[in-house]
């Protein structure tokens, strides 16, 4: 089993800075990708920006590109989500995921953490 928890999160108000970390441990057999999701109140779950173990590279929704950037500790224990620039439509709670070879889940990721929330005032 995997087990994912973040922290970072918090109010901040707009044109401000964040910085998110998933830590992880367990059995990360199988890891390919590592990601963060956010979700507001009444949308859907949306991708925020993934990495792609192995091959290091990394995507990032258009809302957040040039703001946003995702790391990953030299370990690959922690992964990271730097946030500038923050504008009240990032207001969400935070998740990392883990997608593996060997276990499926929503969204294809099948570990999750329990999130964080992040609130951007204006």
């Known amino acids: 089993q995997v087990q994912l928890v973040e922290s970072g999160g918090g109010l901040v108000q707009a044109g401000g800075s964040l910085r998110l970390s998933c830590a992880a441990s367990g059995n990360l057999y199988g890891r390919w990708a590592m990601a963060w999701f956010r979700q507001a109140p009444g949308k859907e779950r949306e991708l925020v920006a993934r990495i792609r173990w192995g091959a290091g590279d990394t995507t990032y929704a258009d809302s957040v590109k040039d703001r946003f950037t995702l790391s990953v500790d030299d370990n690959e224990s922690v992964m990271y989500l730097q946030m500038n620039s923050l504008k009240p439509e990032d207001t969400a709670v935070y998740y990392c995921?883990?997608?593996?070879?060997?276990?499926?889940?929503?969204?294809?990721?099948?570990?999750w953490g329990q999130g964080t929330q992040v609130t951007v005032s204006s």
């Open positions: 995921a883990v997608a593996s070879l060997v276990q499926s889940g929503p969204d294809g990721f099948a570990f």
